[in-house]
């Protein structure tokens, strides 16, 4: 199989011939999409949607009716046709120009990053890292979240950016359109991803359901405005970080229809997002941004999306300039409109279109659809209405960083944080029978909120929560610059100036903090040891380790996965002067913690948890939460259990679906302070009919004494099939509360239709079932089972 194609039996189409073909054809060519016979390519398609020319017929636009959207797209049609070829060209970028004879006001597409939190100065919420979030396990809270996060776009926006005294924002604030949330591209397949933390899960499904959450949270309810518009991004592929404006990602048709493709399909269809960002990278050879297959056919024509594409930035200029795919910026250009890319993240566009039409590359009418599709958003947000159209603009001011949305972050934070190891209960502790604490490690004193983060007014630190327990006020201490003031100072201090340790105090306890080491530097006697005088004698030692952004980051992947500089070391170093020593993750990756795993008593933590960090921690180290979230990738326990970082073949042993290997935690592992008893699962059918489904019901028990969340996850395996399927594939899950004694049933479905139950198959280009048996599994994780059944499939 030639490295850069679906399949070999497909002919490699050179530059030239794919400008001259408009892409569609190239496309599906270098893409496993026939050039002989659109009977061949109709059956890709799922019923009812079309491979002419235009758009698919149906119309779903989700809250949005469609009267008010087709009201919308008239009117947006309308303006365009009323401006000249000069004027069109300047409305492709992202901060488009005023056209006062038509009245048009100036308008910006990217008005920042809301990934998780307004990225601006002030007044703002930052809430856990997405990957964070994934613990939590729960779309609903999900929701209410970027629920949050949208009200604070608005009154930001009702306040216009007006510079306020105590405030120095960055990015535009006043703006309602946003390159973030959600990030769905799958590099959460191999946690040497520089940005895994971006993203939500390594399953499709729950990746689609977060996903689709924060979209629903983001754009509303209202069936004539769009309250913001978010983008789904990186589309396709986008999964290594040192390269990605280089690289071009080789991935087999299977892995990319069952993989790669569905946690953007789930976005569109389900989340009705109103923008997709077409990646830096190349798929199989062709630049994202210049897809015809991705952008139109895949994006537009088969999954009915409706909105507008925007380039990363400067993705459409890599075209030339680093995937040398085109020889001049003006084929570029053209190529990338001509593919279904909308705005430009740069200035590509506006510098070379008109080079383009000039050279009859592109037409002028290509042109107007683009347009009436970026117009339409602008339309559906209220832009050229009156001020208070909307009816968003009813939005408080007074909701920025208010008490209400620190206490929702405070609750998804607790929600989201793992209990992963717990002998002999050792966790909670008893704050009455402490006496003395030690806080020890670099990632207690800081309160870390991670990549595309806000600064806002107030962040509680490991530290701080730990304090807050006691009643012990939180001492003055210098702040710290963050990324956006100066990049090297978001990585955090490579060389500590502060004291050795620092004690505090009051009737209750005495609270120890020592850093021991930095984040990733050599041992320094005078830290090593002030760390280990304050273990000794202390009722307890909290252990803060992990990752931040002196690590992995954007642009830049990590290369292993143990705890970096001398971490590991003053594990061992503290354990063995109190063997009370409990570890807190704090990281914004996975990491390997094996000796830890093996030697202390109590684990929990996981992802940077937001502005509410260190409350959230400290609720759940001290009893008044019980933990319930659970790992929504899989924690490998070395880097050599992994596939090459650049091989896309989902089926080498990624992710939990396909690695055979042990773990050092499977997915979807998560203790709690309570137990959990699963029993009488009942199945209603005996096979799964197409068109049909079966129902499933089993009965969950609180057996501990304490309140507690489980969440019931259901999986399927397709047994007896002739090709290889996943050993188990997530189908359903769900967060149940239950008091201690308590219990309830839990339900589930399992339709024909589920994408687990199909393959791509590669001579036929399009999903099939094949017949056989499906073994059904209900558990607290992907390794620990609790009940099984079986059915029958039918094709």
Not at 548 to 575: C, F, S, W
Not at 755 to 782: K, Q
Request: glycine content about 8%; charged content about 20%.
């Amino acid at each position: 199989m030639a490295e850069n194609e679906f399949n070999a039996s497909q002919p490699k189409v050179n530059r030239r011939n794919f400008l001259t073909l408009g892409g569609f054809a190239a496309a599906m060519a270098a893409t496993g999409w026939p050039l002989a016979g659109q009977a061949q390519a109709r059956a890709a398609a799922p019923p009812g949607v079309p491979l002419g020319g235009g758009e698919a017929d149906s119309l779903d636009t989700g809250p949005i009716g469609r009267e008010a959207f087709e009201a919308a797209r008239a009117r947006a049609a309308q303006i365009v046709s009323q401006l000249t070829l000069e004027e069109k060209i300047s409305q492709f970028g992202t901060r488009v120009p005023a056209i006062a004879r038509l009245n048009l006001p100036a308008f910006n597409f990217y008005s920042g990053e809301a990934l998780h939190g307004l990225m601006y100065r002030g007044r703002v919420t930052s809430f856990p890292l997405p990957l964070a979030m994934g613990c939590s396990w729960n779309p609903q809270l999900v929701q209410r979240v970027f629920t949050a996060v949208s009200d604070e776009a608005w009154a930001w926006h009702k306040i216009d950016g007006q510079k306020e005294p105590t405030e120095n924002r960055f990015f535009f604030p006043g703006g309602l359109t946003f390159f973030s949330p959600p990030t769905v591209n799958m590099g959460t397949r191999d946690p040497r991803w520089g940005r895994i933390a971006e993203n939500y899960a390594e399953d499709t499904l729950l990746v689609g359901k977060l996903g689709a959450a924060a979209i629903h949270g983001m754009q509303g309810d209202d069936p004539r405005f769009l309250k913001t518009i978010c983008c789904a991004k990186h589309f396709i592929c986008n999964d290594t970080e040192d390269d990605r404006e280089t690289a071009s990602a080789s991935v087999d048709p299977r892995s990319f229809w069952e993989y790669y493709s569905r946690g953007f399909e789930y976005c569109v269809r389900e989340g009705k997002v109103f923008t997709v960002m077409a990646a830096y990278n190349s798929l199989n050879g062709i630049p994202c941004a210049a897809s015809r297959f991705l952008l139109t056919d895949l994006l537009r024509r088969r999954w009915g999306f409706r909105g507008y594409v925007v380039s990363d930035c400067d993705s459409i200029g890599d075209i030339t300039r680093t995937h040398h795919f085109v020889p001049t910026y003006a084929e570029a250009a053209a190529l990338a409109v001509n593919a279904g890319c909308d705005i430009n993240c740069g200035d590509t566009l506006q510098r070379y279109l008109g080079e383009a039409v000039n050279q009859m590359l592109i037409s002028e009418e290509v042109l107007d659809h683009s347009l009436v599709r970026s117009f339409t958003g602008r339309i559906l947000l209220g832009d050229l209405d009156p001020p208070g159209a909307s009816p968003y603009h009813a939005i408080d001011v007074s909701c920025r960083e208010s008490p209400a949305h620190r206490q929702l972050c405070r609750e998804i934070g607790r929600q989201s944080i793992v209990l992963f190891k717990n002998e002999q209960r050792t966790l909670p502790l008893d704050p009455a029978s402490i006496r003395k604490l030690a806080v020890i490690g670099p990632l207690a004193e800081y309160c870390y909120l991670g990549n595309y983060s806000g600064r806002p007014t107030q962040r509680i630190s490991p530290l701080d929560g730990m304090l807050d327990q006691f009643g012990i006020p939180t001492p003055p201490r210098p702040p710290r610059k963050d990324w956006y003031e100066n990049w090297s100072d978001h990585f955090g201090p490579h060389k500590y100036d502060g004291p050795p340790s620092m004690t505090f105090s009051n009737a209750r306890a005495q609270v120890t903090y020592a850093i021991g080491c930095t984040m990733a530097g050599a041992k320094e006697d005078a830290l090593w040891d002030a760390a280990l005088e304050a273990a000794r004698g202390a009722d307890a030692a909290l252990l803060f380790l992990g990752d931040n952004q002196q690590i992995d980051h954007e642009a830049h992947d990590r290369t292993y996965l143990h705890l970096p500089g001398m971490q590991h070391e003053l594990a061992k170093a503290v354990h063995a002067v109190n063997p009370k020593t409990i570890l807190v993750i704090v990281s914004n990756c996975p990491v390997a913690v094996i000796w830890e795993q093996e030697h202390l008593p109590a684990i929990v933590g996981g992802m940077f948890l937001g502005q509410e960090q260190g409350h959230a921690l400290a609720d759940v180290i001290f009893g008044a939460y019980n933990p319930g979230g659970k790992v929504s990738t899989t924690w490998y326990r070395h880097a050599d259990d992994l596939p090459g970082f650049h091989n896309y073949d989902i089926r080498l042993g990624r992710t939990y679906m396909y690695f055979q290997g042990v773990p050092l935690y499977p997915f979807g592992h998560g203790l709690s302070y309570t137990s959990f008893a699963y029993s009488d699962l009942r199945v209603r059918g005996e096979a799964v009919r197409p068109g049909g489904q079966i129902e499933l019901e089993m009965r969950l028990s609180n057996t501990g004494d304490r309140a507690g969340d489980e969440v019931v996850q259901f999986y399927v395996h397709v047994a007896g099939s002739t090709v290889q399927r996943p050993i188990k594939q997530l189908v359903g899950f769900e967060r149940v509360h239950l008091a201690a004694g308590a219990s309830r049933i839990v339900r589930f479905t399992l339709a024909h239709s589920d994408p687990a139950l199909c393959y791509w198959d590669e001579r036929r280009y399009r999903f099939v079932i094949e017949p056989g048996t499906v073994e059904l599994m209900l558990g607290a994780s992907s390794a620990d089972i609790r009940l099984r059944s079986q059915v029958q499939l039918q094709a």
